[in-house]
């Protein structure tokens, strides 16, 4: 009998806000003191595991957030599809002191919850319990950290769970290969267009071997982050992730480099025929250059003025607004590491229609890089933008993986408290210059797809 | 001296664990958890306003969300009969539009304030949610008051949401989970006003503004409502503002639709829904128990932990952990105003079917037959303590449970005394309650490809009856072929037989 993995999916558009929230203070001047929204202090283990914790006591629960800087655009040509297999992993084999498959267990027996996700760039490990067992998942995250005993049983399983698991989504999730063909024509390198599921061939071929070696490689301190968010009493904390954190060896460091973004000078148009695909549809992206620049902000509410809310502007042109129908469209900024892209999947009825939605698209975005939006129309993005980032700050855990995901962006964590207050003062004229400078056609990747 | 030190320092070198193993050594256990925290949540303060409308307000000081919950105390029991699914269709055309603004206005006044407007029906309520940014309260309630005084409902906006509640059935019809659900909610409340809550398909057509509008004059009353408001707001405040927006609202004597407690299913019996081309299937088996009192929902709660409330239940452990049976194997609890249902949900392969049924009978049959050891009872109240600030900690659980326990009445028992009442519970209880709910006749529903499923069926001994995803009969399997004179049973053949009187 298979086992598929337990571990509900986080809803994309939550993640989709979280990776937005952790690389939107960019470029925020350095502060004193972080005084804001939430409180929080920071601090590096001597084995380089960074520590952020942020008390808020309005409820009787702690989370604990363990995030690895490593994804898919770590893994080698051939070995595609580990990252998401040792996220995996981390759960089905046990570690020195927690047997195989008990870390979730352990969680469920004081009530609490847990999760994990794996996406191109991080690997995030989660749980929620009451305030009074902090001091249990500070134990078995930090279990797993230092000794996560993999068996070929255990490895074997979850690399056949994966493998079903892909050939199950190849087979009935629409769009999908267009997608990673997308994919393709947006990265032109291998660590970020791949897929990361991985190949079937691949992860057929991976071996326990391969997977001790990346944990060996990713998964040490230095390449970490945890954050603790909740109701909990500092020092205790501070205490217990000393015992249980500092004394697991620093590992090797695992550098990455990012080359230098260059905006492209010529569209690039391709056709795609998909087997999976229900329809005519098109997908279009702009590369807007690093997450690390200080446009980063703005392109947030540039994706909400396009696509966040009832009344975004590119939705509400797209879909019927008096539909309330899962709309086939949608538009999502994304991050991969060092790259951050714009994507718009549209489908239409025809190919017609998808050309007529395409110049669409096109027109729209000539209005609003040739006409202010009106304080009221900014205003409105902003309110959305206000209210999806309250709701992720007001909750222990959204907090902590926001803080998590934050640090590993490299951003500049005393930042963040203040992060709203300068997300607000963005002006119309701020978009008009942003909207200029990455939408445009040249600087644009089209995939057409056709039903096979 | 020097010599004797030396020789004690080389003698604990080699007779000691080595030095990492020492330290190592807080690594083999947990530690110990600190003793529990006690906490309250803020109290749901109510006021009564003049035309007979309870407000209850939670204040949680500084704050930055604010939520309006507006409960309809109708859900799909009143519903008329030949109208199955209208109240769900009245909460989803709330807010669509007003008589001097469009739906597009609205949307963008809801935008401008962060907003986000939700409906949902069950059995018993409507709740409509409103949530927004704390600042704009006074706003908010204002744009609600319109929204409930001066309602618009276009023909236009009626077809948009019937169209889109014709697809998101259409979609969810080809889901193993919910095709099972649906068809065990057929079953069990046949014979009882529940029964319109799985309103079919081809009902959604049936649905107009005429009936809406008139099922809209009649519930949405004051009087039949509950207003529940969560967030940076003082009792006295945030009832003045709600005056202004609501205070108008007449109240209207609401009909009365008598409400039998659920009926227990008269004998144990089995449904195939044939999903064509599912690899796996989903076995629901489900019964209903009359209105429970306080104390016994408590009992309940924890029985259902036991037998299949996570990965450490009894259904997870032999379903999965021991067999390899199914994915996963859980079991939950329904609360409405007529009682209650009990289900068990296990997703396996056709292969294992009856062998999965068979462990899951097991696992009912112990638990009404055998008292749990107490060990097992405070480990599920452990749980269940736990749990319960966690289940509140997102703002949107919050208001939904607060807006929950004042429009059932339920009180501080399910809100402030919750960890009183979880202490509260023996195995004695326990006991009792597993004897009182369990040992009624299941139903069992198996959702699958039909092809796949009656070659492993043909071992049993009782018949099965077979209907297609949207809950259609389509035959009896019967080895006694006694099937013949039920066939024109079923949830569905009823609500043909209601709507032919339209």
Not at chain 1, 290 to 309: A, E, K, M, Q
Request: glycine share 6%; charged share 25%.
């Amino acid at each position: 009998m298979h086992r598929r993995t337990l571990m509900a999916k986080s809803s994309r558009r939550k993640a989709q806000f979280l990776l937005f929230l952790a690389v939107a203070a960019l470029n925020t001047p350095a502060l004193a003191a972080a005084e804001g929204l939430f409180s929080l202090t920071q601090y590096k283990l001597r084995n380089g595991l960074q520590v952020i914790l942020s008390v808020d006591p309005a409820l009787p629960l702690v989370s604990v957030v363990v995030a690895y800087n490593v994804g898919s655009v770590d893994e080698s040509p051939g070995k595609t599809g580990l990252a998401f297999l040792m996220k995996n992993l981390m759960f089905s084999s046990g570690s020195e002191n927690v047997p195989p498959n008990q870390h979730i267990n352990y969680i469920h027996r004081v009530g609490g919850r847990f999760n994990a996700s794996a996406s191109e760039d991080k690997t995030v490990f989660y749980e929620t319990v009451p305030a009074t067992h902090l001091g249990l998942v500070l134990w078995l995250e930090s279990d797993r950290m230092k000794s996560l005993i993999p068996t070929e049983t255990a490895f074997a399983q979850a690399r056949m769970d994966h493998l079903d698991d892909l050939r199950g989504r190849r087979k009935d999730e629409p769009f999908l290969e267009s997608f990673w063909s997308f994919d393709q024509l947006v990265y032109s390198d291998f660590a970020h267009s791949h897929p990361l599921a991985g190949s079937e061939d691949d992860v057929q071929a991976l071996t326990l071997e391969d997977a001790k070696g990346f944990y060996a490689t990713y998964y040490v301190p230095n390449n970490a982050v945890i954050c603790v968010a909740g109701s909990f009493d500092p020092l205790k904390a501070k205490e217990w992730i000393a015992r249980y954190f500092e004394t697991i060896p620093r590992g090797k460091d695992s550098g990455t480099s990012s080359e230098p973004f260059a905006p492209a000078k010529k569209q690039v148009v391709r056709t795609f025929e998909d087997a999976t695909a229900t329809a005519p549809a098109f997908c279009l992206g702009f590369s807007l250059g690093s997450p690390l620049s200080d446009d980063f902000s703005v392109l947030s509410l540039i994706d909400y003025i396009l696509f966040r809310g009832r009344t975004s502007v590119l939705l509400r042109r797209l879909t019927n607004q008096r539909s309330s129908l899962m709309t086939p469209v949608r538009g999502v900024l994304e991050i991969r590491r060092d790259r951050v892209t714009y994507k718009i999947f549209v489908t239409a009825n025809t190919v017609q229609n998808a050309e007529q939605y395409k110049d669409l698209i096109f027109a729209e975005l000539a209005k609003l890089k040739t006409t202010l939006l009106n304080e009221s129309e900014v205003g409105r993005f902003k309110a959305l933008y206000k209210m999806d980032y309250l709701r992720v700050v007001a909750s222990a855990e959204d907090r902590a993986l926001y803080l998590a995901g934050s640090y590993l962006n490299r951003i500049p964590v005393e930042t963040l408290p203040l992060e709203l207050d300068r997300f607000l003062k963005i002006t119309a004229i701020d978009v008009v210059g942003i909207l200029n400078r990455y939408f445009r056609a040249e600087n644009s990747v089209v995939l057409n797809i056709k039903p096979k | 001296m020097r010599k004797f030190l030396i020789a004690l320092i080389l003698s604990a070198a080699f007779t000691s664990p080595p030095l990492q193993a020492q330290q190592d050594r807080f690594r083999k256990t947990p530690p110990n958890a600190e003793p529990l925290q006690l906490f309250r949540l803020p109290p749901i303060e109510i006021a009564l306003l003049a035309n007979e409308m309870a407000v209850g307000i939670v204040n949680r000081e500084n704050h930055p969300l604010m939520s309006v919950e507006l409960v309809v105390l109708g859900g799909e029991s009143v519903s008329p009969e030949t109208l199955p699914g209208l109240a769900t269709f009245a909460g989803r055309m709330f807010g669509r539009g007003i008589q001097q603004f469009s739906a597009a206005s609205i949307y963008e006044a809801l935008d401008s304030m962060g907003g986000t407007l939700t409906a949902s029906t069950t059995p018993d309520l409507t709740r409509i949610s409103f949530r927004f940014l704390e600042t704009e309260f006074d706003r908010a309630v204002a744009l609600l008051g319109q929204m409930v005084l001066q309602p618009a409902f276009s023909e236009a906006d009626a077809n948009a949401v019937k169209l889109a509640a014709t697809y998101g059935l259409q979609d969810l019809e080809k889901n193993l989970d919910y095709a099972a659900e649906a068809q065990l909610r057929r079953q069990l409340f046949e014979n009882h006003p529940y029964w319109k809550s799985v309103f079919p398909r081809d009902g959604v057509r049936l649905w107009s503004v005429k009936d809406l509008a008139g099922f809209y004059d009649r519930y949405f009353r004051p009087n039949n409502v509950r207003l529940l408001v969560s967030g940076n707001r003082p009792l006295r405040t945030a009832t003045r503002s709600i005056l202004r927006a609501l205070g108008t609202w007449p109240s209207k004597d609401v009909p009365t639709v008598p409400l039998a407690a659920l009926p227990k299913p008269d004998k144990a019996r089995m449904c195939v829904v044939d999903i064509p081309g599912a690899k796996d299937c989903v076995i629901v088996e489900g019964t209903t128990f009359p209105p429970l009192a306080t104390a016994d929902r408590f009992a309940l709660a924890v029985l259902n932990h036991i037998l299949g409330g996570t990965t450490n239940s009894r259904l997870f452990m032999n379903l999965r952990e021991s067999k390899a049976y199914a994915y996963n194997a859980f079991s939950d609890v329904d609360i409405y105003k007529a009682g209650g249902v009990l289900a068990v949900h296990a997703q396996v392969t056709p292969d294992v079917v009856l062998e999965s049924l068979r462990e899951i009978g097991k696992e009912i049959e112990t638990l009404a037959k055998t008292p749990v050891p107490s060990v097992e009872i405070e480990l599920a109240k452990s749980y269940l303590i736990g749990r319960f600030p966690i289940s509140l900690a997102s703002f949107d659980a919050f208001s939904a449970a607060a807006a929950e326990v004042l429009a059932n009445d339920a009180g501080d028992e399910f809100w402030s005394r919750y960890y009183d009442q979880v202490i509260a519970v023996s195995p004695e209880s326990v006991f009792t309650t597993a004897q009182a709910v369990l040992t009624t006749p299941f139903v069992t529903i198996i959702a699958g490809d039909k092809a796949a499923l009656t070659k492993r069926l043909a071992g049993l001994d009782e018949a099965y009856d077979v209907f297609d995803n949207q809950g259609r009969f389509q035959y009896r399997a019967a080895k006694d072929k006694k099937g013949a004179e039920d066939e024109t049973r079923g949830v569905r053949s009823e609500f043909q037989r209601r709507t032919k009187q339209r």
